[in-house]
């Protein structure tokens, strides 16, 4: 509970309790407030909407339904009750009242809603960002998603995997065509990860640039990307493409630790990267 605890505080901005922390967890030096702000602010945000919402943005149904779980625990939900750093927190509580629970009634009520958590709120999404954290993140930040992995592996051996996909995943829409409404709705898709299957961030975009040799935009994903695939749209799509089938290998790298959740997000991946090689090929 309190390595939950622990670990749910580093996905905060770093203050004057981090070094005690990260002394505590063994994870070497404390993070610098540049590099949390890279990852957190301007790489991966840590908020499951983003990755779980249909838009790929904050907010919408995603972190209604994390609100509604609040609810469900008569609680009041913080305005951003899909943070990382709250999820952790929430589910080290549940944690702790199974373990105080007068009785075997009660014990089995909070391991259920503990179960729900994991499943619904955080396996949901968590293994795709972490496996996007270990390429994107400074060496602290690498460590910290390593032994949040493997705290979470342990939660699995304890509790069971679960058979039935997350809400979230089940009621997840597809990725669009590319010609959908000229295609601005088509770029939200793919950048919508639970649509695509696929995590582009900043960094990726500029990676893009790079080897294609084209010129990149410092700009918001969506236009970084617009602009790449204005300049050549075969190479851009080849990259794109390339890209899916890497996350396709990446999301089944989880399948022993989520099952069911590793499959859905391989197939969303391997089913982008199909869209991708036909929309490459009718250019």
């Known amino acids: 509970m309190e390595l939950l605890r622990s670990l749910a505080a580093l996905a905060e901005p770093p ?6 922390i990260v002394d505590l967890l063994g994870l070497g030096t404390p993070p610098e407030p540049a590099d949390y702000d890279d990852l ?3 790489q991966l945000y840590p908020y499951a909407s983003v990755y779980l919402g249909p838009e790929g943005m904050l907010g919408g149904e995603a972190r209604d339904r994390i609100a509604g779980f609040w609810r469900v625990l008569e609680q009041t939900p913080p305005p951003e009750a899909d943070h990382l750093a709250l999820v952790l927190a929430l589910y080290a509580r549940l944690c702790e009242l199974e373990s105080e629970a007068p009785d ?13 958590l994991l499943w619904e709120h955080i396996l949901s999404w968590i293994p ?3 496996e ?3 390429e994107v993140a400074s060496p602290f930040y690498k460590a910290w998603g390593e032994l949040l992995r493997e705290v979470l592996k342990q939660e699995v051996i304890e509790l069971g995997q679960q058979e039935l996909l997350p809400l979230h995943l089940r009621e997840a829409p597809a990725l669009l065509a590319p010609e959908a409404e000229g295609g601005e709705v088509w770029l939200g898709s793919l950048l919508s990860p639970v649509r695509s299957g696929i995590l582009l961030v900043r960094n990726d975009l500029v990676r893009a640039g790079r080897e294609l040799q084209l010129a990149t935009r410092v700009a918001e994903r969506r236009y970084a990307l617009k602009a790449l695939l204005g300049q050549d749209p075969k190479a851009t799509l080849d990259w794109l493409a390339t890209e899916a089938e890497a996350w396709h290998d990446r999301h089944r790298r989880w399948h022993d630790l989520s099952g ?3 499959d859905f997000w ?4 391997a089913t982008t990267a199909e869209r991708l090689h036909t929309a490459r090929q009718q250019l």
């Open 15 to 20: 203050g004057h309790e981090t070094p005690r």
């Open 40 to 42: 957190f602010l301007f």
């Open 104 to 116: 075997d009634v009660a014990s089995q009520r909070w391991r259920h809603l503990r179960t729900t």
């Open 128 to 130: 795709a960002y972490l």
């Open 132 to 134: 996007k954290l270990q």
């Open 260 to 262: 069911p959740v590793a």
């Open 266 to 269: 391989a197939q969303r991946a």
